[in-house]
């Protein structure tokens, strides 16, 4: 399995609208993506390392895939759909990792 984070770098001048990212763009993608969406999460960044600080992400989504091919097979031919509606939530320009999942626990 795979996790595709989208992070958002904190900045003191970012917008980020996260009712708009819960409610439309997500779900947008994972509509996009159907079933090859296994699942996804997000994040809102509350504090850095140290108490009160700012976070070092003010957002992250996360879209777990049973392989890169299914997500790039699902995310890519609907790419320039999804990223024309990143300015309806945010100006901050985001960063992503693909990573394997290795292990998971509750």
Do not use: W
């Amino acid at each position: 399995m795979i996790k595709v984070s989208v992070l958002y770098p904190y900045s003191d001048r970012g917008a980020f609208d996260f009712e708009y990212y819960r409610d439309k763009h997500m779900p947008l993608i994972k509509e996009c993506m159907g079933d090859d969406c296994l699942r996804y999460t997000i994040d809102k960044g509350l504090t850095g390392a140290a108490p009160g600080s700012n976070p070092d992400f003010v957002a992250a989504c996360h879209i777990y895939c049973e392989s890169v091919e299914k997500f790039y097979g699902a995310f890519g031919p609907h790419q320039k759909k999804i990223m024309a509606d990143v300015p309806n939530y945010t100006d901050i320009k985001p960063v992503m990792q693909v990573s394997e999942v290795v292990a998971e626990a509750s």
